[in-house]
């Protein structure tokens, strides 16, 4: 019987283990996607478009980048939990910082300050994601995840009304 529960114990550890690893990878991606987006958007505010058309393609480059950040949004804010709010608001003002001012406009000048501030946002951000990855392990991180299991399984499986 002891052998039993210390195998079948084991087996679930081998589990949350392998799911805590998946949710570190799904991080490491959200911080590339990041570091592309402010990438475009540094781009977009050091450069002067030499034309209509480039100035096109750097703006949809800024935006196809942003969507990337948007596919993980969610479960990531699920995974940084304790720190959801942080991470929701410092990719909001990621957001605005790369896409506000004259962003898209034929008239647009250099902004080397928004660059910076869209960088510092950027390196904000992802050391957030860092530090919610460290403590995918923790015992706080276990019970979260528990608490999410029991929801998902009441949500899909208990009364409808």
């Known amino acids: 019987m002891i052998a039993l529960v210390s195998f ?3 087996v679930f550890f081998q589990q949350y ?3 805590r690893s998946e949710e570190g990878a799904l991080i ?3 911080i590339k996607d990041i570091e592309k987006f402010s990438e475009a958007a540094q781009t977009y505010w050091l450069k002067t478009p030499k034309d209509l058309e480039e100035e096109t393609f750097l703006a949809a480059k800024v935006r196809v980048t942003h969507a990337g950040t948007t596919g993980l949004y969610e479960k990531i804010t699920r995974i940084c939990e304790p720190k959801h709010s942080e991470y929701q608001a ?4 990621l957001y605005k910082s790369a896409t506000g001012g004259t962003f ?3 008239s647009r000048k250099l902004d080397p300050e928004r660059a910076m501030a869209t960088a510092d946002l950027a390196a ?3 050391h957030l994601l860092r530090v919610s990855r460290v403590s995918l392990l923790s015992l706080g991180h276990m019970g979260r995840v528990t ?3 029991f929801k998902d399984l009441w949500r899909d ?3 409808k009304e």
């Open 104 to 106: 898209e406009s034929a």
């Open 28 to 30: 490491n991606e959200h």
């Open 8 to 10: 079948l114990a084991g």
């Open 147 to 149: 608490k999410w299991w």
């Open 17 to 19: 283990r392998a799911a």
């Open 90 to 93: 410092g990719m909001q003002e």
């Open 157 to 159: 499986y208990g009364p």
């Open 124 to 126: 904000n951000a992802i």
